[in-house]
């Protein structure tokens, strides 16, 4: 029970990084985040932080829901906390233009479990 209530929480965090991703994708360009550090830095903590959710869900929850490819997403969060200074704004717009879509059904369909 407690790891379903844990998971649930990381599930709200990951939905809460996706909708300010996507409030924020609605105001800045793909250049904005070649031109200016904040925005770049900006969404580059929102994908992590949805990369540590990830890395924090328990093994049962992503064995259990393998629709989506958790071991990828936390890959990217290693990349980000790790690797951060080999980050580029091309790969962050295709996270934010592709990846973020494709993962924000399946977190609201987990969520509504």
């Known amino acids: 029970m407690r790891e379903k209530v844990r998971d649930r929480g990381r599930l ?25 550090k904040l925005i ?36 990217m969060r290693h990349v980000l906390v790790h690797g951060y200074y080999t980050i580029d704004p091309e790969s962050l717009w295709d996270t934010i233009e592709v990846d973020i879509p494709e993962l924000k059904p399946w977190i609201v369909k987990y969520l509504s479990e």
């Open 12 to 36: 709200e965090h990951i939905l809460e990084a996706i909708e300010s991703i996507e409030e924020f994708h609605a105001q800045y360009t793909f250049e904005d985040i070649k031109k200016n």
């Open 40 to 75: 770049f830095y900006g969404f580059t903590k929102l994908v992590e932080v949805i990369g540590e959710a990830v890395y924090m869900l328990s093994t049962e929850f992503c064995d259990s829901h393998s629709d989506v490819n958790w071991r990828q997403i936390e890959r």
